[in-house]
């Protein structure tokens, strides 16, 4: 027997995208990705894009057809849930049969200002902020920041916030210690607190009048009402992010890779999106889920615990002609398979400890499916039924989709969630399947093109295939 032979039958290889695929190909899909991950600062952002891209390619919102009084097979059919989540749709022939669903979430770790954050100190006027999802604090400090959001003000106008988003925009920045007077030691956890994440905002007085009390702080409120019409309570029905002012830009001398912020998970939002809109279902309807809250546990109205998007499936059961909604809904959801599409930590070599070499999958080697995700002994996971993994492995094999495998990190080295679970629970087959990343949650993320392009591709067999 040929051993040579015998080890290309028996033992599984890792392919890498860049060996198989036209480079061409996957940099024009990295421009686009590269003007959707600049424009989507905040979540709000990237539900305004993508319901853009959308109408583009002819879906219409949930009203459209509930107006029509039908719906057929072709449509495409999108709702938006409190400016912060999606729900778009293609129907392929009855709801009932189930649905080829792609998850992912659209927002990400950052500062948020408190909702009365502006203070002044010495004769300096600074925003408090309260960090949103998992951080390491220092990364933030003396780096470019922007502000985007929206503020509403006490007779209900809406005013957008963009702050970063022209060349010739002020940038914020955290002032860190500097190294000659920094003899603090210890857990960084510690040396770098939450509350000390104060952003510079100005240090010209609007009266040098020592009788006028706070009055840097009061210049910053005059330049603001100037601007916006805003008073300061107005700051309390705010939601003002703080990112980096940092472009997406290609990295290394070959250019394989992408750094930029929001990767997790507007890299699988986008791929999800794209992949949707050049979707032909065969067997059944597609669509995806695009949500928000995932980095603060998925509560609230727009994060997956809201299952905002049974809702429309309901409306279009009806639409179907479903005189049954409960037991169709039942039918929808049990018939159901969805992709939870969220990054995942690639192998490091600058941090080979924390991984599991056999394990951990490597950038540039496809998209990383991961039959469980959670902590210690696999808390609050989806545990995938090796069913569906299999046939996933059989659609992505049949279909020539250059995929790896992996976990987390090492057994006990800490762990993650996804929003996998909160739609497992509600009686779908769900598996997660996404972009492998370095350096996640920092300002400045590092995807593999190659990656990126590959996991488009096997969402698009998915939705069309599975
Ligand atoms: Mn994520
Ligand atoms: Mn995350």
Same mark, same amino acid.
């Given at each position: 027997?040929?051993?040579?032979?015998?080890?290309?039958?028996?033992?599984?290889?890792?392919?890498?995208?860049?060996?198989?695929?036209?480079?061409?190909?996957?940099?024009?899909?990295?421009?686009?990705?590269?003007?959707?991950?600049?424009?989507?600062?905040?979540?709000?952002?990237?539900?305004?894009?993508?319901?853009?891209?959308?109408?583009?390619?002819?879906?219409?919102?949930?009203?459209?057809?509930?107006?029509?009084?039908?719906?057929?097979?072709?449509?495409?059919?999108?709702?938006?849930?409190?400016?912060?989540?999606?729900?778009?749709?293609?129907?392929?022939?009855?709801?009932?049969?189930?649905?080829?669903?792609?998850?992912?979430?659209?927002?990400?770790?950052?500062?948020?200002?408190?909702?009365?954050?502006?203070?002044?100190?010495?004769?300096?006027?600074?925003?408090?902020?309260?960090?949103?999802?998992?951080?390491?604090?220092?990364?933030?400090?003396?780096?470019?920041?922007?502000?985007?959001?929206?503020?509403?003000?006490?007779?209900?106008?809406?005013?957008?916030?963009?702050?970063?988003?022209?060349?010739?925009?002020?940038?914020?920045?955290?002032?860190?210690?500097?190294?000659?007077?920094?003899?603090?030691?210890?857990?960084?956890?510690?040396?770098?607190?939450?509350?000390?994440?104060?952003?510079?905002?100005?240090?010209?007085?609007?009266?040098?009048?020592?009788?006028?009390?706070?009055?840097?702080?009061?210049?910053?409120?005059?330049?603001?009402?100037?601007?916006?019409?805003?008073?300061?309570?107005?700051?309390?029905?705010?939601?003002?992010?703080?990112?980096?002012?940092?472009?997406?830009?290609?990295?290394? /001398?070959?250019?394989?890779?992408?750094?930029?912020? =929001?990767? #997790? !998970?507007?890299?699988?939002?986008? %791929?999800? @999106?794209? &992949?949707?809109?050049?979707?032909?279902?065969?067997?059944?309807?597609?669509?995806?889920?695009?949500?928000?809250?995932?980095?603060?546990?998925?509560?609230?109205?727009?994060?997956?615990?809201?299952?905002?998007?049974?809702?429309?499936?309901?409306?279009?059961?009806? /639409?179907?002609?479903?005189?049954?909604?409960?037991? =169709?809904? #039942? !039918?929808?959801?049990?018939?159901? %398979?969805? @992709?939870? &599409?969220?990054?995942?930590?690639?192998?490091?070599?600058?941090?080979?400890?924390?991984?599991?070499?056999?394990?951990?999958?490597?950038?540039?080697?496809?998209?990383?499916?991961?039959?469980?995700?959670?902590?210690?002994?696999?808390?609050?996971?989806?545990?995938?039924?090796?069913?569906?993994?299999?046939?996933?492995?059989?659609?992505?094999?049949?279909?020539?989709?250059?995929?790896?495998?992996?976990?987390?990190?090492?057994?006990?080295?800490?762990?993650?969630?996804?929003?996998?679970?909160?739609?497992?629970?509600?009686?779908?087959?769900?598996?997660?399947?996404?972009?492998?990343?370095?350096?996640?949650?920092?300002?400045?993320?590092?995807?593999?093109?190659?990656?990126?392009?590959?996991?488009?591709?096997?969402?698009?067999?998915?939705?069309?295939?599975?």
């Amino acid at each position: 027997m040929d051993l040579k032979e015998l080890k290309e039958k028996l033992v599984r290889k890792n392919v890498s995208v860049w060996e198989k695929r036209d480079r061409n190909i996957i940099d024009d899909y990295s421009k686009g990705y590269k003007k959707f991950i600049d424009f989507s600062k905040t979540e709000r952002r990237a539900v305004e894009y993508s319901v853009k891209i959308l109408e583009e390619k002819g879906f219409k919102p949930l009203d459209y057809y509930l107006n029509l009084g039908k719906i057929e097979d072709g449509d495409g059919v999108y709702y938006v849930n409190n400016h912060k989540s999606l729900f778009a749709l293609k129907v392929k022939g009855n709801l009932t049969n189930g649905i080829n669903l792609v998850g992912a979430h659209v927002d990400a770790p950052r500062l948020d200002l408190k909702p009365e954050p502006i203070i002044e100190d010495t004769g300096i006027a600074m925003a408090k902020t309260h960090y949103y999802g998992g951080v390491k604090k220092y990364q933030w400090l003396n780096i470019p920041l922007e502000l985007h959001g929206v503020i509403i003000k006490s007779d209900g106008t809406k005013i957008d916030v963009a702050i970063g988003d022209n060349e010739d925009d002020p940038v914020f920045v955290i002032s860190d210690l500097l190294p000659h007077l920094d003899r603090r030691t210890g857990d960084v956890k510690e040396v770098f607190t939450g509350e000390s994440l104060n952003l510079l905002l100005g240090t010209i007085s609007i009266s040098y009048d020592e009788e006028i009390k706070d009055s840097v702080k009061l210049n910053i409120l005059n330049i603001l009402h100037e601007k916006y019409g805003i008073v300061e309570e107005d700051f309390i029905s705010a939601e003002l992010e703080v990112v980096p002012s940092l472009p997406a830009r290609d990295v290394g /001398l070959d250019r394989s890779l992408i750094a930029a912020y =929001g990767h #997790d !998970d507007r890299i699988c939002s986008y %791929t999800a @999106l794209t &992949a949707l809109i050049e979707s032909e279902p065969e067997f059944r309807s597609a669509a995806i889920i695009l949500t928000d809250k995932e980095e603060t546990g998925s509560d609230g109205n727009t994060g997956a615990k809201h299952h905002f998007w049974i809702y429309v499936v309901k409306k279009l059961l009806k /639409l179907q002609g479903c005189t049954n909604i409960e037991l =169709g809904i #039942d !039918d929808v959801l049990i018939n159901s %398979t969805l @992709l939870s &599409a969220d990054v995942t930590a690639a192998f490091d070599p600058n941090f080979k400890e924390v991984h599991d070499p056999a394990n951990a999958p490597k950038l540039g080697y496809g998209i990383a499916i991961a039959k469980y995700t959670g902590a210690r002994g696999k808390a609050g996971t989806n545990d995938a039924n090796a069913e569906v993994v299999g046939k996933l492995r059989k659609v992505f094999n049949e279909n020539g989709v250059i995929w790896q495998t992996g976990e987390l990190g090492k057994v006990d080295q800490g762990g993650g969630g996804t929003i996998a679970k909160f739609f497992a629970e509600k009686g779908l087959s769900v598996v997660d399947a996404g972009v492998p990343l370095f350096g996640m949650h920092s300002p400045y993320e590092l995807a593999s093109k190659g990656d990126l392009y590959e996991t488009y591709y096997a969402y698009k067999v998915f939705l069309n295939k599975y």
